[in-house]
């Protein structure tokens, strides 16, 4: 695929890129730099392991798996400025880790305790998207009141700031999304469209939703579009840094198109053996995202086994604060529930709370001591 | 009557209700720099229905903002600028265009602020002209108000006459709450006397009113109605029955203790509104009324809406639209019970 931005072969070779390398360079010419997004996408994949076996467990209602596209998620979320907003999709849990969202924050959805689980404007992200595609717009309009605050092409970087929209391939064919496109090119607005392209929406094949490469619908929307191989950590680094940088100064929207594949089930009510076969794994599976910065790391000298044994034993503690942290989520207070529907309670929804907390306490009576 | 008079001590102006509400955009876009205006033709044009006339030359392209044609887009977009800090009020051109915006309004704008825990606060108003009885092609004349009362998170307010729609619109904007704001569209032309100096608005958005007393039966009107059934009160009063009249402002919340006490003290009501019977405002306040108030019944709630049909083609929608005669039938059959 001669059109896919790689900077890191499968095998984990750097390979010379004129136009990214540049985006790379402090992380070629600093070995923590790497170790660190090393870091990310081991740490990242085993709380999505240990999410799955709580749903499993019955700690989860639902869990959607970020497995394979580790890659996308860790170049896109550490491409981002702190002053970055970005909007994702429910599978967004490496961009949650980048912006510092606590992995419990994020099984709160999954396992019925909130609607959200964090501040957005804490995180420079906004709360999980479940409709597909809707989040496009609000990234756009986002973005939209970043112009308008004159926070875009000063020059002054920790002012100029850019919007990161996620979804997924099956969503480019929402009426939200190609409005989104619209909206941003017409309004040159500070956006950039993360398409991670994973070839698969639920059971619906790529082929399903489009008859040319994703990244090649920007040019009849007026912006450039770019496909990045979505495996390759280090690409998409330099993809998404890029597109940002060209947001913030003014240049306008861009959409990246990160080729990857879910390699789990679409969540984990799915049984994606209906509907694709073993050997498509197979051949994603020699593409897998960290195994090849893990080479890369390891042909360079930039790892020691004493690193790889730390990492290990901090992704065991990460691992078992997820298991027991999840069980402790604290229960939603039903009368709570009641407070943020509108900014005041209004006398109907009191009595309504009023009622619910009254059935709340006689549950809790006959619950044993 | 004078353009401008005084009263109460304060300047006043007569004006159409359409000319009230962009007198009371343009407030709002001055007294605050985040306030917003959205929708399609609404810049250079001035809208279709002239309500954001000047606005676009008198305070930028920035902030009064021709769109692109798609309404999921308005509501999207400005769901994103709402989070960045801004208040967009956003125009769908006609009642029947509102449904491409619907998901972005029930799943979006209404529920973010439940979601986050308070966090995300959706300080947008979503500004819609309702109604038929102007002779208009299909999809220009509905009543979607149901839809949006019926979902929480979402607030629902029309004016009646054109005090009101200087107020209301920029207490809407004010409100930290979505707000849908039904503007009955064959309303727009009537003229009244608008406190356009006033610092404050004289009652709050979410309080019916008590716009005409009686004591025989009461009439529920709100919107494009409240004008039906005063011109039913002035009728009756020729046959010797004193009508009374709620003005309900706000469908979303309704105002309970008014329409309780009201109905407690007379005993017998009629809702009239032109979105469809089943499921309509006047169901719920049936409902309602007839649970807090059995005792004081003296007949049952009876509701005069339109039919449930589509919205038929214009040449008859004098018929299927709730007029003074149908508003005397149904006060007959209440004074009858």
């Known amino acids: ?369 | 009557m004078s353009a401008a008079s005084v009263r109460d001590g304060e300047p006043t102006r007569e004006l159409t209700l359409s000319r009230a509400i962009n007198a009371g955009l343009r407030r709002a876009l001055e007294s605050d720099p985040h306030v917003m205006l959205m929708g399609e033709d609404i810049g250079r044009l001035g809208g279709v229905f002239r309500v954001t006339d000047g606005l676009a030359k008198d305070f930028g392209e920035d902030r009064v903002m021709d769109t692109p044609l798609a309404e999921s887009g308005i509501l999207g977009t400005a769901v994103g600028l709402a989070l960045r800090g801004y208040r967009p009020v956003c125009e769908i051109q006609f009642d029947g265009f509102v449904y491409p915006a619907f998901d972005q309004i029930v799943t979006q704008v209404a529920k973010l602020r439940f979601r986050s825990e308070g966090a995300c606060a959706m300080p947008i108003v979503v500004r819609i002209p309702y109604g038929g009885g102007i002779g208009a092609v299909e999809h220009h004349s509905e009543s979607p108000e149901s839809y949006f009362v019926h979902t929480p998170g979402l607030r629902v307010v029309t004016p009646s006459n054109p005090e009101d729609a200087y107020w209301m619109v920029q207490q809407a904007i004010a409100c930290d709450d979505p707000v849908v704001l039904l503007e009955p569209k064959r309303r727009y032309w009537d003229k009244g006397l608008v406190h356009t100096a006033g610092a404050q608005a004289p009652h709050p958005l979410f309080a019916g009113r008590l716009v005409r007393d009686g004591s025989d039966a009461v009439l529920v009107g709100y919107g494009p109605t409240v004008r039906t059934c005063l011109d039913a009160a002035d009728a009756a009063d020729e046959d010797g029955r004193r009508l009374a009249v709620v003005d309900l402002r706000s469908l979303s919340p309704l105002d309970w203790p008014l329409l309780v006490q009201t109905a407690r003290r007379i005993g017998r009501v009629v809702v009239v509104h032109e979105a469809h019977r089943t499921l309509g405002v006047g169901a719920e306040v049936a409902a309602r009324i007839t649970e807090e108030c059995f005792y004081a019944l003296e007949a049952p709630v009876l509701r005069v809406a339109g039919y449930d049909t589509p919205y038929p083609p214009s040449r008859m929608e004098e018929l299927w639209l709730p007029d003074v005669d149908r508003v005397l039938d149904a006060v007959d059959d209440v004074l009858a019970w």
């Not at chain 1, 990234?139 to 850019?162: I, S």
């Open chain 1, 1 to 369: 695929m001669s059109d896919l931005v790689q900077l890191l072969t499968p095998e984990g070779v750097r390979v010379a890129d004129d136009t990214y390398d540049p985006w790379v360079a402090d992380v070629d010419a600093d070995p923590a730099a790497l170790r660190a997004l090393y870091r990310d996408l081991v740490l990242v994949r085993r709380f999505d392991t240990e999410a799955v076996a709580l749903q499993r467990q019955g700690e989860l209602g639902l869990w959607a798996s970020l497995l394979g596209q580790e890659g996308a998620q860790v170049g896109a979320g550490r491409a981002m400025a702190p002053h970055d907003h970005a909007f994702p999709t429910y599978r967004e849990h490496g961009v949650a880790w980048c912006r510092g969202v606590d992995p419990l924050q994020v099984l709160g959805l999954f396992r019925g305790v909130t609607l959200g689980g964090w501040d957005p404007s804490q995180h420079g992200l906004h709360l999980y998207t479940i409709v597909i595609g809707s989040q496009a717009l609000h990234a756009t309009g986002y973005a939209m009141g970043v112009q308008r605050d004159g926070a875009v092409g000063t020059g002054d970087p920790d002012r100029d700031a850019a919007v990161l929209a996620f979804f997924g391939d099956g969503a480019t064919s929402q009426g939200d999304v190609n409005e989104a496109f619209i909206w941003a090119g017409v309004t040159n607005a500070p956006v950039v469209f993360f398409c991670q392209n994973n070839q698969w929406a639920i059971s619906e094949p790529l082929e399903r939703q489009t008859r040319i490469p994703l990244y090649r619908r920007a040019h009849g929307f007026g912006f450039p579009g770019v496909r990045v191989d979505g495996n390759d950590v280090l690409a998409c680094l330099a993809v998404t840094r890029a597109a940002l940088a060209r947001a913030r100064d003014g240049s306008g929207p861009m959409l990246v198109e990160a080729f990857t594949y879910r390699m789990g089930a679409h969540t984990t009510s799915d049984d994606p053996t209906r509907y694709r076969v073993e050997a498509e794994l197979e051949q994603w599976r020699l593409k897998d995202p960290v195994e090849r910065v893990k080479a890369h790391l390891l042909r360079g000298g930039h790892a020691d086994p004493l690193f790889l044994a730390e990492l290990d034993a901090e992704a065991e503690v990460l691992a078992e604060r997820v298991r027991t942290g999840c069980r402790r989520l604290p229960e939603p207070d039903p009368a709570a529930v009641f407070e943020h529907v509108y900014e005041a309670l209004d006398p109907d929804l009191r009595e309504q709370r009023d009622e619910i907390a009254r059935l709340a306490a006689l549950v809790d009576d006959e619950v044993p001591a």
